[in-house]
C-alpha cells in the first residue's frame, strides 16, 4: 500500500539505508499499514497461504490432547492448568483447543485458563470475537510476564506455553559471506525512483553479529576452529536468515516456566541443515495468493514474508534458562505419536482422515513445519538417591 512505501521511503531518506529487519517489521508489524495488521483474509484458499489451522479443527484436538497428557504426565491434574499461545491471529487455534479442552476434561476444565500474547490491539478485537463463548476462562497479555488470569487457590501449577508459525514471522538479518574477503556483511534496503533495492551495509549490525555468533557456537561448541573451517569452504555470497527476535522470545518464554512446557511449530533448521548448497541463498521468500517469491521487497504490506527459524540457538537458549530439550521432530512425527495414544473419543471420521492426512504428508505440512518441546520438571526435595 502507498502509505507503508512512504513511510518506509521517509525513513531512508532521513537515516539512509536501513537493516532488511527493519524494512521486515514496517512491512510486516507497521500500526494500520503492516501485513498482519490490515483486515482481509490472509490464510486459507482465499487467501496467501495455508497453515495447519485452516486444514481444520484436528490440529487443535490434537494439541489439547497433548497439553492434557503432559499435565497428568506426574500424576493428578493440576490445581491450575495455564496455556499460553503466541501469534494467535484471529483465534481459530484457541478455540479449536478450548472446545476439544471443554468436551474431554469436565470439571477439570473450570481449572485450566488461557492466556494469548498479542500487543496489537487490532488482533485482539479479531480474537476477543472469535473466543467469545470462552469468556471468563481467557485472558490477554501485552508480554509474557504478564499475570494471566489469577486462578483460585495456591496449589500446584502447570504452564504450556506455544507458539504456532510465529517465530519464522519475526525480522530476520540478511547476513551474507564475502569468500573473498573472508569476511559476513549485512545487507540493507535503500529507496530508489522505481522502488525498494538491495545495498550491503558499511558494517554489520551489532544484533546481527551476535546471532551470528551464536549460530556458530550452537553449531560447534566444543571446536573453537569449527567457525573458520566452515567459513573456508563456504561459496561466495553464501546467505544466511538470522533472528535474534526469535531467539529473545524463546528465552525469555522460557524464563518464565517454573513447571512446565515451551513448544514451537514453525518452519525450522537443524544443524546439519544451515549449510547446504541449495540453501545458498537463505530462506527468506514472500508469500501472496499461495505464490512463493524471491521478490521479497516489493508491495510492503501486501504479501507475507518469512524465513525458516535457525533451531540450534533456540535449544540452547532454552536450555541456558534450565529447561531440557525434550523433543525435537517434524511435524508428522510429533501428530502421528499424539494420535498413536489417543483414546476412542476421538472418532476418525473420513473429514478427519483427511485433515490428519494434509497435516502429517510430507508432501503437504508433514516435514514443512518443526517441532521443538522443552521441558522444566518440578526441583526435587531432599537429598539424590
Same mark, same amino acid.
Given at each position: 500500500?502507498?502509505?507503508?512505501?512512504?513511510?518506509?521511503?521517509?525513513?531512508?531518506?532521513?537515516?539512509?539505508?536501513?537493516?532488511?529487519?527493519?524494512?521486515?517489521?514496517?512491512?510486516? @508489524?507497521?500500526?494500520?499499514?503492516?501485513?498482519?495488521?490490515?483486515?482481509?483474509?490472509?490464510?486459507?484458499?482465499?487467501?496467501?497461504?495455508?497453515?495447519?489451522?485452516?486444514?481444520?479443527?484436528?490440529?487443535?484436538?490434537?494439541?489439547?490432547?497433548?497439553?492434557?497428557?503432559?499435565?497428568?504426565?506426574?500424576?493428578?491434574?493440576?490445581?491450575?492448568?495455564?496455556?499460553?499461545?503466541?501469534?494467535?491471529?484471529?483465534?481459530?487455534?484457541?478455540?479449536?483447543?478450548?472446545?476439544?479442552?471443554?468436551?474431554?476434561?469436565?470439571?477439570?476444565?473450570?481449572?485450566?485458563?488461557?492466556?494469548?500474547?498479542?500487543?496489537?490491539?487490532?488482533?485482539?478485537?479479531?480474537?476477543?470475537?472469535?473466543?467469545?463463548?470462552?469468556?471468563?476462562?481467557?485472558?490477554?497479555?501485552?508480554?509474557?510476564?504478564?499475570?494471566?488470569?489469577?486462578?483460585?487457590?495456591?496449589?500446584?501449577?502447570?504452564?504450556?506455553?506455544?507458539?504456532?508459525?510465529?517465530?519464522?514471522?519475526?525480522?530476520?538479518?540478511?547476513?551474507? @559471506?564475502?569468500?573473498?574477503?573472508?569476511?559476513?556483511?549485512?545487507?540493507?534496503?535503500? !529507496?530508489?525512483?522505481?522502488?525498494?533495492?538491495?545495498?550491503?551495509?558499511?558494517?554489520?549490525?551489532?544484533?546481527? !553479529?551476535?546471532?551470528?555468533?551464536?549460530?556458530?557456537?550452537?553449531?560447534?561448541?566444543?571446536?573453537?576452529?569449527?567457525?573458520?573451517?566452515?567459513?573456508?569452504?563456504?561459496?561466495?555470497?553464501?546467505?544466511?536468515?538470522?533472528?535474534?527476535?526469535?531467539?529473545?522470545?524463546?528465552?525469555?518464554?522460557?524464563?518464565?516456566?517454573?513447571?512446565?512446557?515451551?513448544?514451537?511449530?514453525?518452519?525450522?533448521?537443524? !544443524?546439519?541443515?544451515?549449510?547446504?548448497?541449495?540453501?545458498?541463498?537463505?530462506?527468506?521468500?514472500?508469500?501472496?495468493?499461495?505464490?512463493?517469491?524471491?521478490?521479497?521487497?516489493?508491495?510492503?504490506?501486501?504479501?507475507?514474508?518469512?524465513?525458516?527459524?535457525?533451531?540450534?540457538?533456540?535449544?540452547?537458549?532454552?536450555?541456558?534458562?534450565?529447561?531440557?530439550?525434550?523433543?525435537?521432530?517434524?511435524?508428522?512425527?510429533?501428530?502421528?505419536?499424539?494420535?498413536?495414544?489417543?483414546?476412542?473419543?476421538?472418532?476418525?471420521?473420513?473429514?478427519?482422515?483427511?485433515?490428519?492426512?494434509?497435516?502429517?504428508?510430507?508432501?503437504?505440512?508433514?516435514?514443512?513445519?518443526?517441532?521443538?518441546?522443552?521441558?522444566?520438571?518440578?526441583?526435587?526435595?531432599?537429598?539424590?538417591?
Amino acid at each position: 500500500m502507498a502509505e507503508l512505501e512512504e513511510i518506509i521511503t521517509a525513513e531512508i531518506r532521513k537515516d539512509g539505508p536501513i537493516p532488511f529487519t527493519r524494512f521486515m517489521e514496517l512491512a510486516l @508489524y507497521c500500526p494500520v499499514y503492516g501485513y498482519y495488521e490490515a483486515e482481509g483474509d490472509k490464510i486459507g484458499r482465499r487467501g496467501d497461504y495455508y497453515t495447519s489451522v485452516s486444514v481444520g479443527s484436528l490440529f487443535g484436538e490434537l494439541l489439547a490432547r497433548q497439553f492434557v497428557e503432559w499435565a497428568r504426565a506426574t500424576g493428578p491434574f493440576p490445581d491450575t492448568l495455564e496455556i499460553w499461545e503466541a501469534g494467535a491471529h484471529k483465534g481459530d487455534l484457541a478455540k479449536d483447543i478450548l472446545d476439544s479442552l471443554q468436551t474431554s476434561l469436565g470439571e477439570e476444565f473450570s481449572r485450566t485458563y488461557y492466556t494469548i500474547l498479542e500487543p496489537s490491539m487490532r488482533r485482539r478485537t479479531w480474537q476477543e470475537k472469535t473466543l467469545a463463548g470462552f469468556r471468563g476462562r481467557v485472558c490477554w497479555s501485552d508480554t509474557l510476564t504478564g499475570a494471566g488470569i489469577q486462578p483460585r487457590g495456591g496449589g500446584p501449577l502447570f504452564r504450556i506455553i506455544f507458539c504456532n508459525e510465529l517465530l519464522d514471522a519475526m525480522p530476520v538479518h540478511r547476513v551474507t @559471506y564475502d569468500a573473498r574477503k573472508s569476511a559476513w556483511f549485512e545487507w540493507g534496503v535503500t !529507496a530508489e525512483s522505481e522502488g525498494f533495492n538491495w545495498v550491503l551495509l558499511p558494517s554489520m549490525t551489532e544484533a546481527g !553479529a551476535k546471532a551470528l555468533d551464536r549460530v556458530f557456537t550452537s553449531l560447534g561448541p566444543s571446536d573453537p576452529s569449527f567457525r573458520s573451517q566452515l567459513e573456508a569452504v563456504l561459496p561466495e555470497a553464501y546467505t544466511v536468515d538470522l533472528c535474534p527476535a526469535a531467539e529473545a522470545w524463546w528465552r525469555e518464554a522460557a524464563d518464565s516456566i517454573t513447571v512446565g512446557k515451551l513448544m514451537g511449530i514453525d518452519y525450522g533448521l537443524s !544443524a546439519e541443515e544451515l549449510f547446504r548448497p541449495e540453501r545458498k541463498s537463505g530462506t527468506l521468500r514472500s508469500y501472496r495468493t499461495h505464490q512463493a517469491s524471491l521478490d521479497v521487497l516489493a508491495t510492503p504490506g501486501r504479501q507475507d514474508l518469512t524465513a525458516h527459524v535457525i533451531l540450534p540457538p533456540l535449544q540452547d537458549a532454552g536450555e541456558c534458562c534450565g529447561l531440557r530439550t525434550e523433543q525435537l521432530s517434524t511435524q508428522e512425527r510429533f501428530l502421528t505419536q499424539i494420535a498413536a495414544r489417543s483414546d476412542p473419543s476421538l472418532v476418525w471420521t473420513s473429514d478427519r482422515k483427511r485433515q490428519f492426512a494434509t497435516l502429517t504428508h510430507p508432501e503437504h505440512l508433514g516435514t514443512r513445519f518443526r517441532v521443538l518441546v522443552q521441558e522444566k520438571v518440578a526441583r526435587r526435595h531432599g537429598p539424590d538417591r
